[in-house]
């Protein structure tokens, strides 16, 4: 943990001080360890159950050279967590600088820009075409991979940092930039992700009864998915 090139800081994503918060672990002082995640990161709780740490951080781990590496992800959700239980939230701005800025889509890059700008006293209102936010978070990975309860925990976090979410609004569609921008916003970022990108271009694909694998998970978040009868073949694993 004393390491004199922590490497694993490098291949973070986010570039969380990462021997920092395990050295407040050790100590015992779960609270600064995770005012040090936050400093970095949105989403802690998120990120320690689906970031890829094995070829990021812990991937990189110079203890990893003779060993094992060090199961950073596992201590990053065992801090987010405990903040969770615990009411440890990041600190918000004193006051609002009056800037409103329109953030459109409410996944992973949505919702950590919105917590950076209400950090910063910009007063973020977060646009989702969707009827629940959270983005592929919340409609493309099933709960046994990412409990819903601990999006919607995250996310409740950001509405008290003063984060406003708005569902079921397509920007371009239900309401325009020059409309956003009559009403006061003078900043916009987009966020919309990927979400047309799983076609696999096979002969077949668009056949009646052929559903792709996170359109059928979305459908059954929503709550929307039809019973399947019959035999049913999965493709991939």
Partial sequence: MNCKNPRCVAACPVNINIPTFIQHVVEGNLKAASDVIMEDSSL???????????TQ?????????????????????FVADYALENDIKPEKADCCNGHKVAVIGSGPAGLSCAYFLAIEGYKPV??????????MMMLGIPNFRLEKDVVNAEIDILREMGVEIRCGIEVGKNVTIQQLREEGFSGFFVGTG?????????PGE??????????YIKSVTLGK?????????????
């Fill in 206 to 215: 668009d056949a009646e009864g052929v559903m792709g694998g996170v359109d």
């Fill in 225 to 237: 998915a039809e019973k399947l009868s019959g035999d049913v073949v999965i493709i991939g694993g």
């Fill in 126 to 135: 977060v646009f989702e075409k969707q009827e629940k936010p959270g983005g």
């Fill in 44 to 54: 802690p709780s998120i990120c320690g159950r689906v970031c890829p740490q094995e």
């Fill in 194 to 202: 990927l979400q047309n990108c799983g076609k696999l271009g096979v």
């Fill in 57 to 77: 951080c812990e991937g990189k781990c110079i203890r990893g050279l003779k060993g094992e590496p060090i199961s950073i992800g596992k201590l990053e959700r």
